[in-house]
């Protein structure tokens, strides 16, 4: 599969206003130490996933498939059908795009209309693609659409029941009311995300077929942007995994597409012949034990 290029001056994400957000917002310190937890979660989840194709579909800043063995990697950067007609028309140069994080992209795509045909893909990971996209339920159903039976999906997300959804929640509410907002009650997440409950995601996954194998919740620690505060509450990992474990702030769920009447069959290995009975030999009795038991009184 060839890539598609464009200007090296056009940057994939330019366009996307949540893009831009997320970005900025992950080179904190709150996140860089999401990042540092999803990049474990991801290389647990496809350590052992085998197959031939893997897509990465946006967030460049980690290497969601490192860990993983799959022949066949790619990279893909979500866009806007606009920003695709633009380049399109710019016409293809002869320097791939490179993310902000220095991995090569292989193909920018819309996240709701990928250049895959169906039943291709036997792993697919969503880092926070699904929060920053217009229809979240297109994307799962193209998603679903080119899984191939069995392969697996990685979702990466930030949890609105948590303590730093619970911020992003009031902040939304000071703004719908019209009061002023003091720094405290601020935003803390990038405010173009529309964040998805894991019960939420769990139900839309069933629907399409796609069955939940595990979720992660961590990232426990208050909304702090202080390198120095986040190592002080770094107790909250252990009391939060134990005592409140649905409220982190960040989940990894891991997803499987199952097929209704498929029989996986075995290898076709070469039936060995069955034993031949055993031949019975009849023995005839000699006349002279005939006549020995004609003799023989009753």
Not at 186 to 212: K, M, S, T, Y
Not at 254 to 283: E, M, N, S, T, Y
């Amino acid at each position: 599969m060839k890539p598609l290029t464009t200007e090296p001056s056009l940057q994939p994400a330019a366009s996307d206003a949540g893009g831009q957000q997320l970005a900025a917002w992950l080179a904190s310190e709150a996140g860089r130490y999401l990042l540092a937890w999803e990049q474990e979660r991801c290389d647990e989840a496809v350590a052992d996933c085998f197959g031939y194709h893997a897509l990465q579909l946006g967030l460049p800043q980690i290497d969601a498939l490192r860990a993983n063995r799959i022949p066949k990697r790619w990279l893909a950067q979500p866009e806007p059908s606009s920003a695709l007609e633009r380049h399109a028309d710019q016409g293809a140069a002869a320097a791939p795009l490179q993310p902000s994080g220095g991995r090569e992209l292989a193909l920018v795509t819309h996240a709701a209309a990928l250049p895959f045909s169906e039943n291709t893909l036997d792993l697919i990971v969503l880092p926070h693609t699904l929060e920053f996209s217009a229809d979240p339920h297109a994307v799962l159903r193209e998603v679903q659409r080119v899984l191939l039976p069995e392969g697996r999906l990685v979702v990466c997300g930030l949890n609105p029941w948590s303590l730093w959804g619970l911020r992003q929640q009031r902040a939304r509410l000071l703004a719908r009311l019209g009061l002023q907002r003091p720094r405290w009650a601020r935003p803390f997440l990038p405010e173009a995300g529309e964040f998805i409950a894991h019960r939420r995601l769990r139900d839309w996954l069933q629907l399409l077929g796609l069955e939940v194998e595990s979720c992660r919740m961590g990232c426990y620690r208050p909304a702090l942007q202080s390198e120095l505060w986040l190592q002080r509450w770094s107790w909250m990992e252990r009391a939060g995994a134990r005592y409140w474990p649905f409220f982190g702030n960040a989940y990894c769920m891991v997803a499987v597409k199952r097929v209704r009447g498929l029989r996986l069959l075995g290898p076709a290995w070469k039936p060995k012949p069955a034993a031949a009975a055993p031949v019975a030999v009849a023995c005839q009795a000699s006349p002279a034990r005939l006549d020995d038991e004609h003799q023989s009184p009753a």
